[in-house]
């Protein structure tokens, strides 16, 4: 991680000697120093946690409200990719149907 070097800042923390430990062998085993390892390992979880929260998260109401407005743009004939994607939604037979998909029930076009 050389590319760090050039503009460093400093992070001290305090752990355990047995948690110290595991990361001393853990980076030995990779053929690391122990601050590669730690700002490799840290800097790894920090984009898996910052890419989780870019999902957007819907509460159900507000799925059925955006299904809802997504059928209601179809009568102004909506673009194709809109379609699309509530045609991919829908499952293949009711018994899997969640209250998401409720309000795409018949909304596929026949080919």
Known sequence: MNQHAAQSS????RLPQEVRD???HAATMEGRTRTDFV???AL???EQVIERRRVIRLALRDQELLAASL???QEREAPQYVKDIAENMRPESSA???PFLA???GCRESR
Do not use: G, K, Q, S
Request: aromatic fraction near 4%; avoid cysteine; hydrophobic fraction near 45%.
């Open 96 to 98: 899997n149907e969640t």
């Open 10 to 13: 400093r992070m001290d923390l």
């Open 39 to 41: 700002i490799a390992a």
């Open 103 to 105: 309000p795409f029930r």
């Open 71 to 73: 059928l209601e743009d």
């Open 22 to 24: 595991i990361i001393d």
């Open 44 to 46: 790894e979880r920090a």
